[in-house]
């Protein structure tokens, strides 16, 4: 089973994310770059009823793999840099497992031993292709991903993937949903008056809204503000459709509640996904205490203060959209 978190960039998926990293029976999914771009797998899926463009596709993929194993070969014959990092890397496998669970360890970067799985399937896709079999492309690469899903952790039966999947554009539902099967995906939302803050604190104001996709004016706090609460708006809306359609494959929590009672939610989410050890796992990662100290800091950015005062019936139309996801997610937990 694959369990998806998706949040909005400061959301406060991280504190989900730490609560899974307590449990010992999870593996911690790694960056795969195969997924997404022009070269990436997903592009093979759009494009699957051209074998063509398919082959091409996959051609060059597979010759920068090529590429970039050789590069790493020469390093590992002949650099003892790189020796050194092989070895600090796997010390810290090797202690991640040990305080973060049995498969709590993440990569911190794609090995070669990841780069030949893909290699393979790049190979044998393109002889699929030359012999002219017929090939059912969803399988074949939801095959690859679970191998390489479940890589640095063999043995696991749940798998934790963080913030994968274009959630937000309908038309890719055909694409990602069939390649993650089976799968759970939870959204973490947040009160869009501490969110934007936490934005403009960690970031800046230029990152609350970006002027060429949300049409804001540079240094414009008002009308960043308005075109922050339309995206998130739009967002929500979202996830309220996917989760009345399905509420058993997808779930939304607010992240006051989640480390304000971090029992009643962290159960919530244990209870619906089927994921048990996450309701009785120790707070080690997970510090529920210290993230609800990020509740309410929109007072302390005053400018932020402003402009939501600006925008209020903006404001609470988000805060209306988040009221609804609580409900059907306690709604769920009663089913």
């Known amino acids: 089973m694959n369990i998806l978190i998706y949040g909005f960039g400061f959301s406060g998926s991280g504190a989900l994310i730490d609560a899974f990293k307590d449990t010992e029976q999870i593996a911690i999914a790694p960056k795969i770059s195969g997924l997404s771009g022009d070269g990436g797998v997903g592009a093979l899926l759009t494009a699957a009823d051209d074998r063509q463009r398919q082959r091409e596709i ?23 840099w790189h020796r050194l990092q092989e070895r600090r890397r796997a010390l810290s496998r090797a202690l991640g497992l040990r305080r973060g669970g049995v ?106 809204a970006r002027q060429d996709r949300d049409g804001a004016r540079e240094g414009h706090p008002g009308q960043r503000c308005e075109a922050f609460l339309a995206s998130l708006e739009s967002r929500l809306q979202r996830v309220v459709q996917l989760q009345r359609s399905d509420s058993q494959r997808y779930l939304a929590i607010p992240f006051e509640g989640l480390v304000q009672e971090p029992e009643r939610w962290r159960g919530l989410v244990a209870q619906w996904s089927g994921f048990r050890p996450l309701a009785e796992a120790p707070y080690n990662n997970f510090q529920p205490h210290e993230s609800a100290r990020n509740i309410g800091i929109a007072e302390q950015v005053p400018r932020v203060a402003a402009a939501l005062t600006d925008n209020a019936a903006a404001l609470q139309r988000v805060r209306d959209l988040r009221s609804e996801l609580n409900r059907l997610s306690l709604s769920a937990q009663v089913e």
Do not use: C
Request: aromatic residues 10%; glycine residues 4%; proline residues 5%.
């Open 103 to 208: 498969h709590a360890s993440q990569a911190e970067r794609e090995s070669i031993e990841e780069w030949l799985i893909d290699a393979r399937y790049l190979q044998q896709f393109l002889a699929e292709i030359d012999a002219g079999k017929r090939l059912d492309v969803v399988a074949y690469w939801r095959q690859w991903l679970q191998e390489r899903l479940f890589a640095n952790a063999p043995g696991a039966q749940w798998v934790l993937v963080d913030k994968r999947v274009p959630l937000m554009d309908p038309e890719m539902d055909g694409i990602w949903q069939p390649l993650y099967e089976p799968f759970k995906l939870v959204v973490v939302h947040r009160d869009p008056a501490d969110h934007m803050a936490e934005i403009v604190r960690q970031k800046g104001w230029k990152k609350v």
């Open 58 to 80: 996959a051609q060059v993929r597979l010759k920068e793999l090529e590429s970039k194993i050789a590069k790493e070969r020469r390093a590992r014959r002949w650099t003892w």
